[in-house]
């Protein structure tokens, strides 16, 4: 693989562009795999580069039914924080922000990572004591956040109407070292790095069935032909149900659409992402100037990959409460996508009834920024059985009671 | 945006008018439960892609729960009948099969 450098870009420049590769092969898949990843999202993707880059396992094909950057991965709103109220919730988000910051670095790929700050809204006196104890809990987890009041909020971002008739703000949580990154950019890179150690990134390639010998997995069906392997880890998110079912057991997970929308570019305005759950919207300002807004989740299960239009109603009306200046902006895209919860509203990252079968899912809305994490603990607890980072998101605690009570997710009520 | 008849009032509305609550026709065992059975009744879902039954209540209307038979794939309504009973109605099932010939869900096909 040639590296991307500023001396590339000039090399290149000299003669014309002819000299750059494709970023990652399209090898037709062999017969037999070390392990298959089903899903080529940013989640299956980062499990197969730290099972190689962590555990030297590089014999493995990661199996995607449409192209890399066409699902989940391009449809969320960028945002990266690890400010959760739960040791397991912040444990593993926060090892994710944390390898963020030098990602770019270990995969050669710009992932535009931004760690410009994110401060989610308190405008009840019910959300200040939630997040006073939530900056209580960080404090203990070893992540950075802190409650700040309204004065520094509006320091921070000018543009918000703090003193708002109905819900005026009160302060807000603040995590400093939080921020945006550039979503397409991580799935890309992470098929760069894993093509370079080897891996067969496999396109255009639908599983339609799982095989099992004695109660432990054998391989794939596909539609590009079947494929044998010793480990199996189904990362596919809204469609987990479904594989779940091929693999022969039922997840506790309902498929429902979220929604999120952008504006005409304008020129900067906000440095900052802000989150609203009382009223029910977060924003952020992309580096094309475009407003980029996060709405609410539908009630009812859903595959279409589009919402109501009432909820981005509902979105827009609360953020024009709260930033005045951006009520005649126009919204140029709005699109939906299918976002798996659980009961608990916490992933699971688990073995399953299947032996070597494992499953990643139920991210629900809070998929994203947790990539790079999950895929570290996924690879761990594939390759041993056993991740620190994983333990207590297992399958079995919805048997157990152990819920991981949270709203993961985009900090918006479900 | 779903548009539902209430079966209970008559009135026909927008989704707004009224609140998903889950899957419908689930089997509520008594204290002689299993710990796997009650696990199943809390969280193993169907969650298909494709026809659905699923309860609705009409919050903002008559207040009372119903059924609907819904498509997850397309947000086609098939048609909505009462709670009161354990399994959905024969003419709702024959009208899905013609437009959905071989689907199933749980036990009923």
């Given at each position: 693989?040639?590296?991307?450098s500023?001396?590339?870009?000039?090399?290149?420049?000299?003669?014309?562009?002819t000299g750059?590769?494709?970023?990652?092969?399209?090898?037709?898949?062999?017969?037999?795999?070390?392990?298959v990843?089903i899903?080529?999202g940013?989640?299956g993707?980062?499990t197969?580069?730290?099972?190689?880059?962590?555990?030297?396992i590089?014999n493995?094909a990661?199996?995607?039914k449409g192209w890399?950057g066409g699902g989940?991965?391009?449809?969320?709103?960028?945002?990266i924080r690890s400010?959760?109220?739960?040791?397991?919730?912040?444990a593993?988000?926060?090892?994710?922000?944390?390898?963020?910051?030098?990602l770019s670095?270990?995969?050669?790929?710009n992932?535009?990572?931004?760690?410009?700050?994110?401060m989610m809204?308190a405008q009840?006196?019910?959300?200040?004591r939630?997040?006073t104890r939530?900056a209580?809990?960080?404090?203990?987890?070893g992540?950075?956040?802190?409650?700040?009041?309204?004065?520094?909020?509006k320091e921070?971002?000018?543009i918000?109407n703090i003193?708002?008739?109905?819900?005026?703000v009160?302060g807000a949580l603040?995590?400093?070292r939080?921020?945006?990154g550039r979503?397409d950019?991580?799935v890309?890179g992470f098929?760069?790095?894993?093509?370079?150690?080897g891996?067969?990134?496999i396109?255009n390639?639908?599983v339609?069935?799982i095989?099992?010998?004695d109660?432990?997995?054998?391989?794939?069906?596909?539609?590009r032909?079947d494929i044998?392997?010793?480990k199996?880890?189904?990362?596919?998110?809204?469609?987990?149900?479904r594989?779940?079912e091929?693999?022969?057991?039922?997840?506790p997970i309902?498929s429902?659409?979220l929604?999120a929308l952008?504006?005409?570019?304008?020129k900067p305005?906000?440095?900052?992402?802000?989150?609203?759950?009382t009223?029910?919207?977060?924003?952020s300002?992309?580096?094309?100037?475009e407003?980029?807004i996060g709405g609410?989740?539908?009630?009812?299960n859903?595959?279409?990959?589009?919402g109501?239009?009432?909820?981005?109603e509902e979105?827009?009306?609360a953020?024009?409460?709260?930033f005045?200046?951006?009520?005649?902006?126009?919204?140029?895209?709005q699109?939906?996508?299918i976002?798996d919860m659980t009961g608990?509203?916490?992933p699971?990252l688990?073995k399953?009834?299947?032996?070597n079968?494992f499953?990643?899912c139920?991210?629900g809305?809070?998929?994203?920024?947790?990539?790079p994490?999950?895929?570290?603990g996924?690879?761990?607890?594939?390759?041993?059985?056993?991740s620190?980072?994983t333990?207590?998101?297992g399958?079995e605690?919805f048997?157990?009671?152990?819920?991981?009570?949270e709203s993961v997710?985009?900090g918006?009520?479900? | 945006m779903?548009?539902?008849?209430c079966?209970?009032?008559?009135?026909t509305?927008?989704?707004t008018?009224?609140?998903?609550?889950?899957?419908a026709?689930l089997?509520?065992?008594g204290?002689?439960?299993?710990e796997?059975?009650f696990?199943d009744?809390l969280?193993a879902k169907?969650?298909?892609?494709g026809?659905?039954?699923?309860?609705?209540r009409?919050?903002?209307?008559?207040g009372?729960?119903?059924?609907?038979a819904?498509?997850?794939a397309t947000?086609?309504?098939?048609g909505?009948?009462?709670?009161?009973?354990?399994?959905p109605p024969?003419?709702?099932?024959?009208r899905i099969s013609k437009?959905?010939?071989?689907w199933?869900w749980?036990e009923f096909a």
């Amino acid at each position: 693989m040639k590296r991307y450098s500023a001396f590339a870009i000039a090399r290149e420049a000299l003669r014309h562009h002819t000299g750059w590769e494709r970023a990652w092969t399209s090898p037709e898949p062999r017969q037999r795999y070390d392990v298959v990843i089903i899903g080529g999202g940013g989640h299956g993707l980062a499990t197969a580069y730290y099972l190689g880059k962590n555990f030297g396992i590089t014999n493995v094909a990661v199996l995607e039914k449409g192209w890399i950057g066409g699902g989940n991965t391009g449809r969320n709103t960028t945002i990266i924080r690890s400010n959760y109220l739960q040791d397991p919730s912040a444990a593993i988000y926060e090892k994710s922000r944390g390898l963020f910051e030098t990602l770019s670095q270990d995969i050669n790929f710009n992932l535009m990572f931004s760690p410009r700050g994110v401060m989610m809204l308190a405008q009840t006196q019910h959300e200040v004591r939630g997040y006073t104890r939530t900056a209580h809990a960080n404090a203990l987890q070893g992540v950075d956040t802190e409650f700040i009041g309204p004065q520094r909020v509006k320091e921070l971002c000018p543009i918000m109407n703090i003193e708002g008739p109905r819900y005026p703000v009160l302060g807000a949580l603040w995590q400093p070292r939080a921020g945006t990154g550039r979503h397409d950019a991580l799935v890309w890179g992470f098929a760069r790095a894993c093509s370079d150690m080897g891996m067969d990134i496999i396109q255009n390639c639908e599983v339609t069935g799982i095989h099992s010998e004695d109660g432990e997995v054998s391989g794939v069906s596909t539609t590009r032909g079947d494929i044998a392997c010793d480990k199996l880890g189904i990362v596919v998110a809204g469609h987990s149900g479904r594989l779940a079912e091929m693999a022969g057991f039922r997840l506790p997970i309902e498929s429902v659409a979220l929604q999120a929308l952008v504006s005409e570019p304008i020129k900067p305005c906000m440095d900052v992402v802000v989150m609203a759950n009382t009223v029910h919207g977060y924003m952020s300002q992309s580096d094309k100037g475009e407003m980029v807004i996060g709405g609410g989740a539908d009630g009812f299960n859903n595959y279409t990959q589009r919402g109501s239009f009432h909820h981005i109603e509902e979105t827009v009306r609360a953020l024009c409460e709260t930033f005045p200046v951006i009520n005649r902006l126009k919204m140029l895209r709005q699109w939906g996508g299918i976002v798996d919860m659980t009961g608990d509203r916490s992933p699971i990252l688990s073995k399953t009834p299947l032996g070597n079968c494992f499953i990643n899912c139920g991210w629900g809305t809070g998929g994203w920024k947790a990539t790079p994490g999950s895929g570290w603990g996924f690879a761990e607890l594939m390759v041993r059985g056993y991740s620190p980072l994983t333990a207590a998101f297992g399958l079995e605690r919805f048997r157990e009671g152990r819920f991981i009570d949270e709203s993961v997710a985009a900090g918006v009520a479900h | 945006m779903l548009q539902l008849e209430c079966p209970n009032c008559g009135v026909t509305a927008e989704e707004t008018e009224f609140a998903q609550g889950g899957e419908a026709h689930l089997t509520r065992r008594g204290p002689e439960a299993s710990e796997q059975e009650f696990h199943d009744y809390l969280f193993a879902k169907e969650n298909p892609r494709g026809v659905h039954f699923e309860r609705w209540r009409h919050v903002n209307g008559c207040g009372k729960w119903f059924h609907v038979a819904r498509c997850t794939a397309t947000l086609e309504i098939f048609g909505t009948y009462s709670a009161q009973t354990l399994e959905p109605p024969r003419e709702i099932r024959d009208r899905i099969s013609k437009k959905r010939p071989g689907w199933s869900w749980r036990e009923f096909a």
